[in-house]
């Protein structure tokens, strides 16, 4: 926050979000279901979601040619 003492807040590197250390995993080919792939790549479903909002169903299709990037956990 930009200003934030001037406006009587006072924040410290504690305060907010904590930063996930993440990897990142080169998809080629399409996810039928992502949970289940998410359980064999050692997170869950929930953390998959929370760390690529972009993913918006339960599958990954992957086009011809294309490539996603995927973040994990370490």
Do not use: C, E
Not at 5 to 10: E, V
Not at 28 to 43: C, E, H, K, V
Not at 46 to 71: A, D, Q
Request: net charge positive.
């Amino acid at each position: 926050m930009s200003n934030a003492t001037m406006m009587g807040y006072t924040v410290n590197d504690t305060n907010g979000y904590q930063r996930f250390h993440t990897r990142d995993i080169i998809v080629t080919s399409s996810i039928p279901n992502l949970a289940d792939w998410a359980i064999s790549n050692g997170t869950t479903y929930k953390m998959l979601k929370i760390l690529n909002p972009w993913l918006r169903s339960r599958s990954l299709t992957v086009r011809g040619g294309k490539n996603y990037i995927i973040k994990l956990p370490k």
